[in-house]
């Protein structure tokens, strides 16, 4: 599989007034072409700031980002990000964000008519793809939280990324919607042969999603256990109920809890309730 993304030995260090802080140490990681990864880990394990410095819209401290052999300096037109806020402009419609990218300078540069006329068909493409087309010219604020993310997912796939960038795309959404989502966006991966690199805290997410899931450990931030999704390409919602399925949430859910630090102690908890109920009594 050709490399599409090259990570080596990445490093970011944000500076405050009190102290540095190690956002990620010594990153190494190679992403295949049409390749879906996903991120999880505990808060504060880098994922969402090694996502933003492939975009180019955090620099690193020390390493490198490389993105078909060319070292990532800064955003591009071969990626793009989809985040959890829908980041719509509220004054334009549905069809209208969705053609936001083609006012940009980056992406008129050198188009020919014709150009354009195809890529206003690919808007109305990916408006019935989406499900959007009864919506084409309703604004942000008529559209459910779930309409609203497939709008902006839409608008990063107009100018034809080859990478897909997605930063908890779908945590503020109910279960499910997030369904439905999960469904929408492998057809758009197996349709659009897009590489994607997918941010979450649901590992039940990562694993239904990814074909590789990354799990990232803090303090400092590092990839600590990459694992082989057992899964075929075509899935479905029942495959959550798998042996296989189950036995790696609980193998990834626990390593998350060993490299955070986080545990449940259930003698504890019991403990403190009894002290709780006794000074009730008092």
């Not at 990000?81 to 209208?96: G, K, T």
């Not at 609980?250 to 490299?259: S, Y």
Request: aromatic share 6%.
């Amino acid at each position: 599989m050709d490399n599409k993304i090259q990570i080596n030995s990445a490093g970011k260090i944000f500076t405050t007034d009190k102290q540095d802080v190690v956002a990620l140490q010594d990153v190494n990681l190679s992403v295949g072409a049409n390749e879906f990864i996903t991120f999880v880990g505990a808060s504060g394990c880098g994922k969402s700031t090694l996502l933003r410095c492939i975009g180019g819209l955090e620099t690193l401290s020390s390493g490198e980002i490389t993105v078909n052999g060319r070292a990532v300096q800064g955003p591009g037109v071969d990626r793009a990000m989809v985040f959890q806020n829908y980041s719509l402009y509220p004054w334009l419609s549905v069809v209208d964000n969705i053609k936001f990218s083609r006012r940009l300078k980056v992406n008129r540069e050198g188009a020919t008519s014709a150009e354009v006329e195809v890529a206003s068909g690919r808007a109305d493409a990916l408006l019935s793809l989406m499900g959007l087309a009864h919506a084409a010219k309703a604004y942000p604020n008529q559209l459910s939280g779930g309409m609203q993310q497939r709008v902006a997912i839409a608008r990063a796939l107009l100018p034809k990324p080859e990478i897909l960038l997605m930063d908890e795309p779908f945590g503020a959404l109910d279960a499910q919607t997030r369904e439905v989502m999960h469904d929408l966006i492998l057809h758009l991966f197996n349709l659009e042969k897009t590489t994607i690199v997918f941010v979450t805290h649901d590992v039940e997410e990562a694993i239904y999603l990814g074909q590789r899931i990354v799990l990232m450990a803090p303090r400092p931030g590092r990839i600590d256990t990459i694992y082989e999704v057992p899964l075929p390409d075509k899935r479905n919602q029942e495959m959550k109920l798998s042996p296989e399925f189950i036995a790696l949430k609980k193998e990834i859910l626990t390593r998350i809890r060993e490299t955070s630090g986080m545990h449940t102690d259930t003698d504890l908890l019991e403990q403190m309730t009894r002290q709780a109920e006794g000074s009730e009594a008092v």
